[in-house]
Antibody, heavy 122, light 107 residues
Framework: QVQLVQSGAEVKRPGASVKVSCKAS????????IHWVRQAPGQRLEWMGW????????KYSQKFQDRVTISRDTSASTAYMELTSLRSEDTAVYFC???????????????WGQGTLVTVSS | DIEMTQSPASLSASVGDRVTITCRAT??????VAWFQQKPGKAPKSLIY???TLESGVPSKFSGSGSGTDFTLTISSLQPEDFATYYC?????????FGPGTTVDIK
């Protein structure tokens, strides 16, 4: 079965960077895009960007365009999300999610990682 | 960006009740809406996509309907494991956007 396993919780200082990993199993990694979605306390889910796991193409939300980088390591079936210049408002749970589309991006998320809490605090 | 709204924001219901949650999209999104269930401290779980198609393994007590701008999620007979927050999401166009959620709790 499809599994997305994320790295553990992080505590960062304002201005620092964080890199979260998402290891996929149970399907052909290259065939499905991976998205990153975050959820700040008490807030709705917010899409950040995606990566084509096959060719590495990325697309980001305009809100995070200047601060986020999504990458992948196909040999490890793992996707990464790095967010820089952290501020307190970035405190949130970050989820990776698999795109339902087979070799295309549908923007529908059929499987999710367990989430990674990133806390930004001085 | 497409705006997604949900009503009600929360509701209290009893085991066995029929529950309906509404989601509205502005502008219209054809039938490109998904519904997710999220329990505290857990990841969202996909229930329905294409407005009315049940994900594999999702019990038939869940159903979805609608097209264009107005959508509904119905739980036919609420069970204890169904108390959670439910989100709609549009995937009609970039960027994908989510509704604010509807929390279903025990009356």
């Amino acid at each position: 079965q499809v599994q997305l396993v994320q790295s553990g919780a992080e505590v960062k200082r304002p201005g620092a960077s964080v890199k979260v990993s998402c290891k996929a199993s149970g399907y052909i990694f290259n065939r499905h895009a991976i998205h990153w979605v975050r959820q700040a306390p008490g807030q709705r889910l917010e899409w950040m960007g995606w990566i084509n796991a096959g060719n590495g193409d990325t697309k980001y939300s305009q809100k995070f365009q200047d601060r986020v980088t999504i990458s992948r390591d196909t040999s490890a079936s793992t996707a990464y999300m790095e967010l820089t210049s952290l501020r307190s408002e970035d405190t949130a749970v970050y989820f990776c999610a698999r795109d339902w589309g087979w070799s295309y991006t549908s923007y529908y998320f059929d499987d999710w990682g367990q989430g990674t809490l990133v806390t930004v605090s001085s | 960006d497409i705006e997604m709204t949900q009503s009600p924001a929360s509701l209290s219901a009893s085991v066995g009740d029929r529950v309906t949650i509404t989601c509205r999209a502005t502008p219209a999104i054809n039938n490109y809406v998904a519904w997710f269930q999220q329990k505290p401290g857990k990841a969202p779980k996909s229930l329905i996509y294409a407005a009315s198609t049940l994900e594999s393994g999702v019990p038939s007590k869940f159903s979805g309907s609608g097209s264009g701008t107005d959508f509904t999620l119905t739980i036919s007979s609420l069970q204890p494991e169904d108390f959670a927050t439910y989100y709609c999401q549009q995937y009609y166009t970039y960027p994908p956007t989510f509704g604010p959620g509807t929390t279903v709790d025990i009356k």
